[in-house]
């Protein structure tokens, strides 16, 4: 494993190479990407990322992910309806419909 402290050398274009061991501890190699986020602290720290193509972006943002991680949560409590078939599940949206209806009048 890498010590605490390790110099890295920049050369004319602003470039240095990470030392093996921190590449295997970030799980990176050759052609991946890595961001350089500024801490709360002022220090920069390197995270392993990926780019997301254009038609799946909406699925990274913020609110789409708190919708999923509540979804998950409640399968994983049970507070959930699965179904076998699709016409079992229309059915169940069917449900749905007419209960939402009756509260409403």
Request: no cysteine; charged share 30%.
């Amino acid at each position: 494993m890498a010590t605490a402290t390790t110099l890295l050398v920049l050369d004319k274009k602003g470039r240095m190479t990470l030392p093996e061991e921190v590449r295997h501890a970030l799980g990176v190699e050759a052609g991946d990407f890595l961001l350089l986020e500024r801490t709360d602290r002022g220090s920069y720290e390197l995270v392993p990322a990926t780019l997301v193509p254009n038609d799946q972006r909406w699925f990274h943002r913020p609110d789409v992910q708190a919708r999923i991680y509540r979804a998950e949560e409640e399968i994983a409590s049970g507070r959930s309806t699965r179904t076998e078939t699709p016409a079992e599940a229309q059915a169940f949206l069917d449900r749905l419909k007419v209960k939402s209806r009756q509260r409403h009048e």
